[in-house]
């Protein structure tokens, strides 16, 4: 069955500390990939996406992410965190045939400490 | 500005009551999808729609139903057969997941009293 797994349910780093987060996904073919990160009590706002060719994506508020085809991983990662992205990090897959429905991780806290 | 408007922004249930949770989207966008969000358990499929008139169910419709007359609306209705319906709902939509992914609401809170 179509997967997206994030081990970790909670990360508390410090401000200004880097910052890495996990999704494995599990698919018959390599998926789109998603990441987006939800505040409390709102929606959720994309933050980056893959699709093919260069294995490592930018994306917004300076999140940059990288598609490992070996480790069946995408992760998020951001070089210094700043307190405002406190928030949930949810990673998303899809295969663009059929109703192109995306498939949620679990969801990841992340804490920040002053 | 386009987007999509979730309402209300709260709502509260008494066991045995159907709600409506409205969704509406000025984005002209054709797919529309509704997803249950509880805590530690990330976002499930409700329903989906990929064109007016036509919706199939997701993971877990059990308990609730949707209709699709309008293109921009989706409402999702949960029945007294939902036995456990305190959660947050998202509607989403989309008109080209590989360019865009999905664009979402800022959801509906529903807690039953």
């Known amino acids: 069955a179509q997967s997206v797994t994030q081990p970790d349910i909670h990360i508390t780093v410090s401000e200004g500390a880097s910052l890495e987060l996990r999704c494995n996904y599990s698919?018959?073919?390599?998926?789109?990939l998603f990441w987006y990160v939800q505040s409390p009590g709102q929606g959720l706002q994309l933050l980056l996406k893959y699709f093919s060719g260069d294995t490592l994506v930018q994306g917004i508020k300076g999140f940059e992410a990288e598609f490992k085809r070996s480790q069946s991983s995408f992760n998020l990662r951001k070089p210094s965190v700043h307190w405002s992205d406190a928030a949930e990090y949810f990673c998303a897959g899809t295969l663009l045939q059929g109703a192109q429905k995306l498939v949620f991780g679990q969801g990841t806290r992340l804490t920040i400490n002053p | 500005d386009g987007g999509i408007t979730q309402s209300p922004k709260y709502l509260f249930r008494k066991e045995g009551q159907n709600v409506t949770l409205s969704c509406e989207q000025n984005l002209n966008h054709d797919a529309m999808y509704w997803y249950r969000q509880d805590p530690g358990q990330g976002l499930r499929l409700i329903y989906y729609s990929q064109i007016v008139n036509d919706f199939q169910k997701g993971d877990i419709a059990e308990g609730y139903s949707v209709s699709r007359e309008k293109k921009e609306s989706f409402p999702l209705t949960v029945t007294s057969a939902q036995k456990n319906p305190t959660a947050f709902y998202l509607c989403?939509?989309?008109?080209?997941?590989?360019?865009?992914?999905?664009?979402f609401g800022s959801g509906t809170r529903l807690t039953v009293v």
């Open positions: 989403a939509s989309s008109i080209a997941v590989s360019d865009y992914g999905y664009t």
């Open positions: 698919y018959g073919a390599t998926p789109y």
